[in-house]
């Protein structure tokens, strides 16, 4: 059975940093795509950032907003990818959800339950 348990929200002042934390399990994850979104309130849910396998190794494609502040990673195995968050504004406050597309004949999305980020200013 796929789960998907992430971590490491709560709250925090403007300016401080929080680590996102999702791992997954069920079945093998190392060749597929992992990544974030956010849903602020009264806004649609939004893409931060997304780590993709390639032949080549893994590579991060973020949002313009994340690019110079927020860092995706994943471990070794591939079971779990990390959103380190830096210089966090009130505008980041949202519920953050790990994201794991899988593709294949009938495609899947996985989604983790979210984790809220509030940002005090």
């Known amino acids: 059975q796929v789960q998907m348990v992430e971590s490491g929200g709560g709250v925090v002042q403007a300016g401080g940093s929080l680590r996102l934390s999702c791992v997954a399990s069920?079945?093998?994850?190392?060749?597929?795509?992992m990544g974030w979104y956010r849903q602020a309130p009264g806004k649609e849910r939004e893409f931060v950032a997304m780590?993709?396998?390639?032949?080549?190794?893994?590579?991060?494609d973020y949002d313009d907003f994340a690019k110079d502040r927020f860092t995706i990673s994943r471990d070794n195995a591939g079971n779990a990818t990390y959103l380190e968050m830096n210089s966090l504004t009130p505008e980041d406050t949202a519920i953050y959800y790990c994201s794991v597309p899988v593709p294949g004949t009938v495609p899947v999305d996985y989604w983790g339950r979210g984790n809220q980020v509030t940002v005090s200013s």
């Open positions: 069920g079945r093998t994850w190392v060749n597929v795509d």
């Open positions: 780590i993709r396998w390639t032949w080549r190794g893994y590579t991060s």
